[in-house]
Structures are given as C-alpha cells and as structure tokens.
C-alpha cells in the first residue's frame, strides 16, 4: 500500500464519486474469484473498503489536506480498462491493522509481567533450599514433648513372681558404656582438643555415669584438654564403691574399604561411621558423637532395656516446606550421632551389612538415610525417639542463631536427652568458648553448657599458663547434614 497526499481543490464531483464506487465494487467482489484464495482475499478486501469507505465519506472542503491509503491498483485498473491497457500484475493486499495491533498488545503484556514472573521464580528456587527465619518454637509449641518410650518402672525379679518362674530370665541391660571415635586423622595436621569436646565428655559422665569411656582413635588427641579427660580419676558408685568413669584408649582399626567388592573408604567421616558400628556390635554400649552434650540419664528413660535405640533427625524449614508443614512420620532420617544399641543386636548387624552398597559420594547415604529405610523394613528391631530427644534444635541458620546468639531457647525446659552441638555449622561459637568467655557469652548454648563447667576449671586453667584448645575445633565429622 502506498500513502499519498492529495490537495482537495473543490468537491469531488457526483459522477466521479459514482464511478469510483463501482469500480471498488468490482474490485472488492470480483464474479470470477479463485476459491483457494478467496478467504485471505476477502480478509484483505475487507480491510481495504474500510479505509476506502473512510475516504469516501464526509465532505471534503477547499485545500484540506488529507492522507489517503489506497492501493494503486484501485486507480491503475480504473485508468487501464478505460485505455485498454491489459494489466497483469497482481494484488498486494493491505496490512492487518487490527491483528498486528493485537499482536502489539499480547507482546506489551508480556513484557510488563516477564520481570515479576523472573522474580517469583527465582524466589521459590533460593527459598526451596534456604532455610525460613522463624522463631525456633513457631514449628511446633514448646509443651513436654514426647519423647518415646515414656519412663517404665524397672522389670521385676522372677523369684518374686512364682507363678512366672517358668519364663526365661529378661535380657539383661545395654551396658552402661560410652564409645568416642575420635583422632583418626593425620597426627602431623591434628588440632589440639577443643574445650567444648572436654565439657561434652563431662556432661556425659555426670549424666550417664558410665562404668567407662572408651575412646577409639588411631592418633591420640593433644593438648590440656586432653590431659584433663585422659587422667581424669572417675567417681566411686555409691552402690558399689567401686570406682567408675574411667577413660581408656582403645587403638581403633584403619577402615580402607567395606563389603565383598572391597568399596574404598578414603573420608574419615566414613571411617568414623563404620568403626561406630563394629564396635557396637562387639560390645554394646552408648556412642556419642564427640559434640553431643548429654542433658539427662538415659538409664532412667530405660533406653538401656530396649535392643537398639535411633532418634529421628527433621528436616529443615525451606520456602516449599514452611512452619507446620512437615510430617513427623517422615524426617531426613536417623541420625547416628548417638546410638544406643545391645551387642549383637540385629539391627547394627543389618546396617553393617547395608555397606555392600556403600558409595563414597554420597555423604549422609548410609548415616542418616539408611537406617531409617532399615526401620522401615524392621520396625520391630529398634525403637525410634522423635527428633526432640537427641537432636533438636537443628542445624538450620534459625536454629543455630537461636542457640549461640540468643537465649530465646530453654534445654531445661525441652526435655530433652542429649544435644548435638551441629559442630561445623556453629564452629565460630565453639571456638570462642574457653573457661572465662563461657561466663561472659550469654546464650541458650552457654547456659546449658555451664552446667558441666568445675568450679576451679578458670583458675587451674589460668594457672597451668596455657590456652590450648582456645580457637580450635577439631572434629573428625563435618556435620555434612546441613550442607
């Protein structure tokens, strides 16, 4: 189509305007139009009369000045039937004016939401793997949780039951025996042994009041606090008189590989969780990890009756799975920071046996996520504690905040068993930590902890003009859970 500007000299003329008319008639509605085309044909000359009948109609005054889209072919083929000039070039039809301002519109409107579309969607991809920073009670409220099984009065004496006297004798307790696997890094590149790992250890022998501490490493640990726990003296059982909470070195063996197709075993983490496991089996007893603060007696929770007990680990919050949206029944797994199992027991022997499978790469796989798929197939082998009683709060950004920055959490009131310290997410902390700054940093972590704190522990310290263990953490396992 092409524009051209016409200068009205006077009105057009009755007979020319008559002629024109029937011309576009001709044009518009030919006699002898090709069906195949006569859709798209009839579409373009339907938008052509549009813009001729516009033109045609008003008046059009002395030197108006108007402009006028029409196809020279209206006019050609006016000029060339009056001359008998035989015109063979064909139609060019108009513009869709009204689809491509369609068009025009769609593409704005897209362009005005694409950026908040970008925006949304790049909020639920960070948020789905970001924790929420809630409160650390605003998942479930703080009221004594429940942390199975509840307490049970002690078995009676079968002689004392004649008409039981046929059954046989009940199992006798788990021992009251705690495992350390710890030191099983090179000795050249070992930190000195932390302070929060000494008052770790002591939570656990005021609490648990162990017969012993084993503590299976292949290099001994370093440094004053290490002497502290190596020469500690123990307690006298004031039923026994005897002398109890020994600390032993036992030399734990260099775990290379597992299972018949001798998989290698290259991470000292993977070390630690199978030496775990084989020594549990062999002796029974508690394990702990090295950064787990024990906060009431297992024994009067009878944990030490039952054949093999897990506590459950809960997955943290994200953007997709927020506060009151998770589901008890399926946590991340089974934590295996603490186990308390029998000798022997079926379960540790299972697990073992799951390592045929084993994969290097991947990091919790046979720690946190294996034995709850073990529980699932042998629900009757163990029992399970809900996440509460070992490992709560988590190792979340919220719940590590509230923890090591705030006293917004109560471990007096929780109810809990134990604590695992979540060492590698909450090392800047840990490491702050020495028997003057326990006193002065003022968080839920500190309060607990001060509880395991001996009342000379500063001044010997002081006095011993060392500061071993200040700035240090030394961990064998990277918690690789919050990762």
Not at 273 to 296: C, H, K, Q, S
Not at 297 to 308: E, I, K
Not at 365 to 379: G, I
Request: glycine share 6%.
């Amino acid at each position: 189509m092409i524009l051209r500007k016409h200068s009205i000299i006077g009105k057009t003329n009755k007979a020319e305007k008559i002629f024109i008319k029937l011309r576009l008639i001709n044009f518009l509605f030919p006699v002898n139009s090709n069906s195949s085309s006569s859709f798209t044909q009839s579409q373009d000359n339907y938008s052509l009369s549009k813009s001729i009948s516009h033109w045609l109609s008003g008046s059009r005054e002395i030197g108006e000045q108007v402009w006028v889209g029409l196809p020279m072919s209206v006019f050609r083929d006016s000029w060339n039937s009056d001359h008998g000039i035989n015109n063979t070039r064909e139609y060019v039809p108009m513009t869709n004016r009204e689809g491509r301002s369609q068009h025009s519109y769609y593409r704005s409107l897209a362009l005005k939401f694409l950026p908040s579309i970008l925006i949304f969607g790049l909020g639920i991809l960070i948020g789905s793997n970001h924790p929420l920073y809630l409160s650390i009670y605003s998942r479930r409220s703080l009221i004594p949780s429940s942390i199975l099984p509840h307490s049970l009065p002690p078995s009676p004496k079968i002689s004392s039951t004649i008409s039981l006297n046929y059954l046989p004798e009940p199992k006798e307790d788990i021992p009251n025996l705690v495992h350390y696997v710890y030191g099983l890094s090179d000795e050249i590149n070992q930190p000195d042994f932390p302070y929060f790992a000494y008052l770790a250890i002591r939570s656990s022998l005021i609490n648990l009041k162990p017969d012993e501490i084993w503590f299976h490493c292949i290099n001994e640990p370093k440094g004053y606090w290490w002497e502290r726990i190596k020469y500690y003296e123990g307690f006298i059982d004031q039923s026994t008189g005897q002398i109890k909470g020994l600390i032993k070195i036992r030399r734990a063996r260099d775990v290379q590989w597992i299972g018949k197709d001798r998989r290698p075993v290259t991470h000292f983490a993977h070390k630690a969780d199978i030496i775990r496991l084989e020594v549990l089996r062999d002796y029974g007893g508690i394990y702990l990890d090295i950064d787990t603060f024990v906060l009431r007696s297992f024994a009067s929770h009878n944990l030490l009756r039952q054949d093999v007990v897990l506590g459950m680990e809960a997955h943290g919050l994200t953007f997709l799975r927020g506060a009151g949206g998770d589901d008890e029944m399926n946590p991340k797994g089974l934590c295996n920071a603490v186990i308390v199992a029998r000798k022997g027991a079926e379960f540790i022997e299972r697990w073992l046996m799951s390592y045929e499978g084993f994969r290097g790469d991947k990091w919790t796989e046979h720690s946190v996520e294996m034995p709850w798929t073990l529980a699932k197939m042998y629900p009757t082998l163990l029992t399970i504690l809900s996440e509460r009683a070992f490992f709560w709060p988590l190792w979340t950004d919220d719940h590590i905040h509230a923890v090591y920055v705030t006293t917004e959490y109560d471990f007096q009131q929780s109810g809990q068993l134990a604590y695992h310290a979540w060492e590698s997410k909450a090392r800047p902390y840990l490491s702050a930590l020495d028997p003057t700054t326990i006193h002065k940093i003022d968080t839920s972590f500190t309060r607990m902890a001060r509880r395991f704190v001996e009342p000379d522990e500063e001044k010997r310290w002081k006095a011993a003009g060392s500061i071993d263990g200040v700035g240090e953490t030394s961990l064998d396992r990277s918690d690789q859970e919050i990762e």
